[in-house]
């Protein structure tokens, strides 16, 4: 007999649904007015603890979870707001290291709705949309920290910056990932565009923390840190990884951070981007801490460090076939986990299994991946905004060859073809869309 969902499970799953039923994700609206808004009439809550800000094109999701490793570790109650979920939406709104409970989701919820009310009212009398989706969630996850309380959020930017909901915030430290191509029909169609939105985060007097990035790129960051009168750390300038070497179940790294060096320390994830990750959350934390002048202990990096976790970032979650999921889902990404594959494992035949978004840039994809992968299975995630399996399979016969590509029309029936063509001793890669990832980790009812 099924098990019958508990009070707060349905009360938790009503909580989504009205959420679902905004615009949603695909389509955000550039605006700040509306988030900010509804954040003053419950009283400003992301006023009530510090905020690391983080935004960039790839390892955000990361980055931002190394960076609340490291300050529980430190002792202090930490909230952390991330995009997209895998499987369950509570998995956007981490207190304490776990996600929010169905009960306390749906007592913030009853709390918030009336006024999220009162401003899509305002829209609509001014011809604007309601609140979407992901405004409507950015406000409740603020006010959700506030409740717990939580010292300190680690929040990840949804896309771009600058007018991204998350923005109502006056961020203590704001961190740039490496900035790439990405969402140019929102962003822009060049990287010095997209910069200039992503670096819409640096606030007056703010500290930043920045990883290594092209010369156009740190234009804009340099501009935004002019303008706000912003400190600027920048990776391979004011803080190193000074080294990296493989070790079981992950990697051994060291690190000379803004205000101290941290050696040999325990890295339980794959990849040298995932190392670069590491060495920028050590940063924004002793700026957080310490405005980069005091170092960190030594236990508290060792313990935050070794504690990280990254769902669905180059995660091993099978052997006999290895199986690794890992949400790459433009050409830059793609780029940097081939190169965390040759560096990380070594398999007598590499498997993708493989399903897309239509708005990415499908063809960068799998010409990132085309070099390191021996045969591709071409699904689709049950996502609306999935391509096609016979879209997609001809892009990547195109590339490939069709000799190297087979189709299957659902996750698990491409997951089980792609375990037989490699064999035991081979690796499946599954990758292209976070939708997917999802599917394959326990599956997600909304795309």
């Known amino acids: 007999m099924a098990d019958t969902p508990s009070d707060d499970r349905l009360a938790a799953a009503a909580v989504e649904e009205a959420l679902y039923a905004r615009i949603g994700e695909a389509t955000p609206k550039p605006r700040l007015e509306a988030t900010r808004r509804a954040v003053e009439l419950l009283g400003d809550p992301q006023r009530m603890y510090g905020v690391i800000h983080i935004a960039g094109t790839n390892g955000k999701t990361s980055t931002a979870r190394i960076t ?7 002792g202090l109650r930490v909230g952390l707001m991330t995009s997209p979920h895998l499987n369950r939406l509570s998995e956007r709104i981490v207190i304490d290291g776990e996600p929010i409970s169905d009960r306390l989701l749906a007592e913030n919820w009853a709390d918030v709705e009336p006024f999220l009310q009162i401003v899509d009212a305002e829209l609509l009398a001014n011809s604007e949309p309601p609140l979407t989706f992901y405004e409507a969630l950015t406000v409740l996850t603020f006010a959700c920290f506030a409740d717990a309380p ?14 991204d909901a998350t923005n109502v915030v006056v961020a203590d430290v704001a961190v740039l990932t490496p900035i790439a191509m990405d969402h140019a029909e929102f962003l822009g ?3 010095r565009e997209i910069a200039r939105t992503k670096a819409g985060i640096v606030k007056p007097a703010s500290r930043v923390v920045s990883a290594a990035q092209s010369e156009d790129a740190m234009d804009e960051i340099l501009r935004a840190c002019t303008l706000s009168e912003a400190t600027l750390r920048v990776m391979g300038r004011d803080f190193y990884l000074l080294n990296t070497e493989s070790a079981v179940g992950g990697q051994m790294i060291s690190v000379s951070g803004i205000a101290g060096e941290y050696r040999n320390l325990g ?14 959350a050590i940063a924004a934390v002793e700026s957080f801490l310490g405005n980069g002048e005091i170092p960190l202990g030594a236990e508290v990096v060792e313990d935050g460090i070794l504690l990280s976790s990254s769902p669905g970032r180059l995660q091993v ?24 594959i040759m560096g990380s494992f070594s398999f007598s035949r590499l498997i993708c299994v493989l399903g897309i978004l239509q708005e990415k840039d499908v063809i960068g994809i799998v010409e990132a991946l085309d070099p390191v992968v021996d045969h591709f299975v071409v699904t689709q995630s049950q996502s609306d905004r999935a391509i096609s399996v016979s879209d997609l399979a001809d892009t990547v016969s195109a590339i490939a060859g069709p000799d190297r590509v087979d189709s299957r029309g659902d996750v698990d ?13 081979g690796g499946v890669l599954v990758t292209g869309s976070i939708t997917l990832i999802g599917e394959v980790r326990g599956g997600s009812k909304h795309g």
């Open 413 to 425: 029936s491409a997951l089980e073809r792609a375990k037989e063509l490699s064999g035991v001793e």
């Open 189 to 191: 169609d060049t990287i």
């Open 68 to 74: 609340e490793s490291l300050l529980r570790s430190h």
């Open 267 to 280: 890295l339980p994830l794959f990849g040298d981007y995932q190392a670069d990750n590491a060495a920028l």
């Open 317 to 340: 979650i099978d052997h006999h076939p290895t199986v690794i999921l890992d949400a790459a889902h433009n050409p830059h990404s793609a780029e940097a986990l081939c190169r965390a």
């Open 150 to 163: 939580v010292d300190v959020a680690v929040i990840e930017v949804g896309m771009g910056g600058e007018w």
